[in-house]
């Protein structure tokens, strides 16, 4: 038995915590979208580069396309969060294995296989009862506007695996992934700094919060990622990981008393269903053919 087996699936699973917290702690900062997904990523990219000094090396094209990818994904997120619930910015990011169905077999000449039908067919009804549900969100914010940087966060997650497992094949370093997240908050920092600034006034809980979004949710919590997924059974890490999505909305419920209606959660249910679906398919195919 691997002694550190209990260590790393800690550390995946604290990453997933952090990852989590992201929705409550964005509402609870003041500051607008462009600030709050600016200054995140700058502070994360400095707290990587500082903790990753092997990342600094090898970037090529692909790493800073993907990266905009990312980059992209991180700023939809942040202003789906500001105008939609948190369940439904989460929820809808989470729906990327659906544009993955069209991704795979167009960019990395992957086969569709029936399962992955399934699996699409599940989010895509899981993300068609999430948008039709109403509510449960501050009369201040936009839920259609919301709603569509959510679909557009799902998008740019899934051009993002796309552009790792592109970049993954073809990097004899191993650090593609973390020189991908690195310059994606790089270029996530520098396309909102010129709607970021002047900051007319931030609060000390401001800060506070842009600092742990920074340090922790983001880069932190990235650490963990990577220190710990290569040595937890891919099923196992992809169960772990679904404690951001069921989280996500949870934090923001019990901290800032945002509370969607069942219908959120219902098709909320069914993406995290599917895609659970999906890997665990694939994971026991992995171990007939052993």
């Known amino acids: 038995a691997d002694p550190n087996a209990a260590k790393n699936r800690l550390l995946l699973f604290l990453a997933a915590f952090l990852f989590s917290t992201g929705g409550a702690a964005i509402k609870a900062c003041s500051l607008t979208s462009w600030q709050v997904a600016g200054f995140r990523s700058g502070i994360a990219a400095m707290v990587l580069l500082l903790l990753i000094p092997d990342a600094r090396r090898n970037w090529t094209r692909w790493t800073f396309a993907a990266g905009a990818a990312y980059a992209a994904t991180l700023i ?8 939609t619930t948190s369940a439904n910015a989460i929820f809808l990011q989470s729906t990327g294995p659906l544009y993955m169905l069209l991704l795979g ?10 399962v992955d039908l399934v699996v699409f067919a599940g989010i895509a009804g899981g993300a068609t009862l999430l948008l039709h549900a109403s509510g449960g ?5 936009d839920p259609a506007k919301g709603n569509l940087a959510g679909i557009l966060s799902g998008f740019a997650w899934a051009w993002t695996i796309t552009g790792l497992r592109w970049t993954g094949k073809r990097d004899p370093h191993g650090n593609a992934a973390t020189a991908t997240v690195i310059v ?3 270029i996530a920092f520098a396309v909102c700094l010129p709607m970021a600034i002047p900051v007319e006034r931030a609060s000390l809980s401001d800060t506070a919060v842009l600092l742990y979004l920074g340090i922790f949710q983001v880069a932190l919590a990235y650490v963990f990622l990577t220190r710990s997924i290569r040595h937890v059974p891919g099923l196992e890490a992809s169960t772990l990981l679904l404690v951001e999505p069921v989280f996500n909305p949870m934090w923001t419920w019990l901290l800032q ?3 969607p209606p069942d219908a959120v959660f219902g098709g909320g249910a069914m993406i ?11 994971s026991r195919r992995d171990r007939k053919n052993v």
Do not use: C, D, H, I
Not at 76 to 83: G, T
Not at 105 to 114: F, G
Not at 137 to 141: D, F, L
């Open 272 to 282: 995290v269903g599917a895609a659970f679906f999906g890997t665990w398919w694939q």
């Open 76 to 83: 939809s997120f942040v202003v789906a969060n500001k105008l």
């Open 137 to 141: 969100v501050a009369a201040s914010s």
């Open 184 to 186: 994606g908050n790089l």
């Open 105 to 114: 077999p167009l960019v990395l000449r992957e086969k569709v296989r029936a």
């Open 257 to 259: 008393g945002e509370r």
